[in-house]
C-alpha cells in the first residue's frame, strides 16, 4: 500500500531524498504529483495578491513554468545520458515543488522578500535532491540541471506570459 499524499509532502518537507525514489518508481503516484504541483502553484499564487485576475495569471504562469522546469530537466538529462524516462521523473520532480507553496506566506507585509528567498532555496533544494533521487545520479550534474532547468523556464515563461 502507498504512502498517503500528505506523508509525503511531509518527507518533502524535510527533504528525504527517499520520497522521490519511491514516487519515481510508483506510476500510481502520477495523480499526487499533479496535484502536488497545482497545489502548490496556486498557494504560491495566492501570496502574489492580485485580486482573482492577478491569481489567474500567476497561477498560470507558476504551472507553465514547472511545466516548462520538468521538460528542460529531462531533455538536458537525455543529453547527458541520464534518465529514467519522463513520468519517473515527472513525478519526482512535481512532488518536489512542494516548496513553491511557501509563496503562500508573501501576502503577510513586509515579508515578501524573505519569502520569495525560502521558497526558491526550499524548492531548489528539494529539485535537486529529486533529480539525483528520479535519474540516479551524483554529484553537481543534478543541481546544474535544476539550475540551468529554472533558468529556462523562466526565460520561456517570460516568452509566453
Known amino acids: 500500500m502507498s504512502e498517503s499524499l500528505p506523508d509525503r509532502i511531509a518527507r518533502v518537507a524535510r527533504l528525504d531524498g527517499t520520497v522521490f525514489e519511491e514516487v519515481a518508481r510508483d506510476p500510481r503516484a ?11 502553484n496556486a498557494l504560491d499564487a495566492l501570496g502574489s ?32 545520458g541520464l534518465g529514467s524516462g519522463f513520468a519517473p521523473l ?5 512532488f518536489a515543488s512542494a516548496p513553491l507553496a511557501i509563496g503562500l506566506l508573501a501576502a503577510i507585509p513586509g515579508l515578501g522578500g524573505l519569502v520569495f528567498i525560502a521558497k526558491w532555496a526550499a524548492t531548489f533544494a528539494a529539485w535537486s ?14 543541481a546544474l540541471l535544476a539550475a540551468v532547468g529554472l ?3 523562466a526565460i520561456l515563461t517570460g516568452i509566453v506570459l
Not at 133 to 140: C, K, N, S, V
Request: charged share 10%; glycine share 22%.
Open 90 to 94: 515527472f513525478r519526482a520532480l512535481a
Open 151 to 153: 533558468g529556462l523556464a
Open 49 to 80: 495578491g492580485g485580486g482573482l485576475e492577478g491569481w489567474l495569471l500567476a497561477l498560470a504562469r507558476g504551472a507553465l513554468r514547472s511545466v516548462f522546469w520538468i521538460g528542460a530537466v529531462h531533455l538536458g538529462a537525455g543529453l547527458l
Open 129 to 142: 535532491i529529486a533529480s539525483a533521487r528520479g535519474l540516479g545520479a551524483e554529484g553537481a550534474t543534478p
Open 30 to 40: 502520477t495523480g499526487g504529483a499533479i496535484a502536488v504541483l497545482l497545489l502548490a
